[in-house]
Nanobody
Framework: QVQLVESGGGLVQAGGSLRLSCAAS????????MGWFRQAPGKEREFVAA????????NYADSAKGRFTISRDNAKNTVYLQMNSLKPEDTAVYRC???????????????WGQGTQVTVSS
């Protein structure tokens, strides 16, 4: 199985930046594309960004394009989400997930992390 642990969340003022990390472990932890989702209070979970196994392909939600960058370091078995120009509406619990398709990120999501809270103040 795959275990995913997020870190890097916290409180930040609007316009600031955070970098989230997702550390993967387990026997098949290098076998999946990876992505980030978020869920704000009172809202449905939404896709944020995804990256392929090699890092050569990425996919972003419209809300993330131009502000967020997903990357991975396979030597460290870690996926990152660099978030810049943060807005209060970015406030949410951010979770990383293993996925079967970068461009259809909700198609298969066999593993999830527990999440890290991002709070953006105005």
């Amino acid at each position: 199985q795959v275990q995913l642990v997020e870190s890097g969340g916290g409180l930040v003022q609007a316009g600031g930046s955070l970098r989230l990390s997702c550390a993967a472990s387990g026997r098949t932890s290098n076998s999946y594309h990876m992505g980030w989702f978020r869920q704000a209070p009172g809202k449905e979970r939404e896709f944020v960004a995804a990256i392929s196994l090699s890092g050569s392909n990425t996919n972003y939600a419209d809300s993330a394009k131009g502000r967020f960058t997903i990357s991975r370091d396979n030597a460290k078995n870690t996926v990152y989400l660099q978030m810049n120009s943060l807005k209060p509406e970015d406030t949410a619990v951010y979770r990383c997930a293993a996925m079967l398709s970068v461009f259809r990120p909700t198609l298969g999501l066999p593993y999830w992390g527990q999440g890290t809270q991002v709070t953006v103040s105005s």
